[in-house]
DNA sequence: CCTTGACCTTCCCATCATGGGAAGCCTTAT
DNA sequence: ATAAGGCTTCCCATGATGGGAAGGTCAAGG
């Protein structure tokens, strides 16, 4: 199987195949007499592995870790749960956050006119936010 | 005021004011004889403005054009709805995928031992996830 | 007056994961 | 034999930010 291939076999790019290749989060790839990279169903399913961890957020790091932890036979579960509880709380933070900027600016949305006028709450808040620190001037 | 105290002042670090110097975002400052940066008190504000908006999720381009419309005395407030409204949407979206992450990794928590035994459903979901096109090899 | 330390300047590099594109070689089908 | 399309490597770009080096400047204190 060319990289082509692989990449249609496992839904990522002939790019990120060569580049995960780059930084060592897969094994370098055989090769055929003509320099093509050679893939088989077993890379395959490592991409496809890589593919979903991607997919749910994981960095590449922990994709790496996690992908370690998939070939070691003798691994505890309780390292994947690790990585995956501090994801979660990572993507949590991230939802909480972006939450309060929708409420604000939903906030903001409702008190605007949306006509013609050019008075506007929204620039209004923007303009307005406190200093965040004392000015030394 | 020289570049630190505008930082200090608006909350965005010299080299971001440089940076949006560099961009066009923000006009170039005045300079001293010896080629020093010089920002007054609306400059600052500008600053804040769009530290503000950063601060709420707003791209560099979004936030060009809320600051265009900020000095545009005769805008309509319905332009600025209208990012607004966009933007809230782009947050929802990836709300909604984040949210869509965290749902099944704390179902694969959940059903996960998390003890010494390396049986684990986290790596195993990873693995068994279906080929997302059909090989063509 | 001179030194020291804190500040400023520009320029380059790194991040993180991904894509675009060029130049050149290889393979396959017509 | 030729054309189309796939493969190779290499360089560059993204978006927003920080780090750091090399060198000029300013203010305070000895």
């Known amino acids: 199987m060319n990289i082509g291939q692989a990449a249609n076999a496992s839904g990522v790019s002939a790019k990120m195949i060569r580049y995960y290749e780059s930084t060592g989060l897969i094994a370098p790839a055989g090769r055929t007499q003509s320099n093509y990279r050679v893939y088989g169903a077993e890379d395959v399913h490592t991409l496809r592995f890589i593919k979903r961890a991607r997919t749910l957020g994981f960095s590449m790091d922990e994709t790496a ?24 709380a990572e993507l949590e933070q991230k939802i909480a956050e972006l939450r309060a900027m929708t409420d604000t600016l939903k906030h903001l949305v409702h008190c605007c006119a949306g006509d013609n006028r050019p008075d506007c709450p929204i620039l209004e808040d923007l303009a307005q936010s406190d200093a965040p620190e004392r000015m030394n001037a």
Chains 1, 2 share one sequence.
Request: hydrophobic share 50%; aromatic share 4%.
């Open 65 to 88: 870790a996690l992908l370690g932890l998939w070939q070691d036979k003798s691994r505890a579960s309780a390292d994947v749960k690790r990585i995956a509880d501090a994801h979660i």
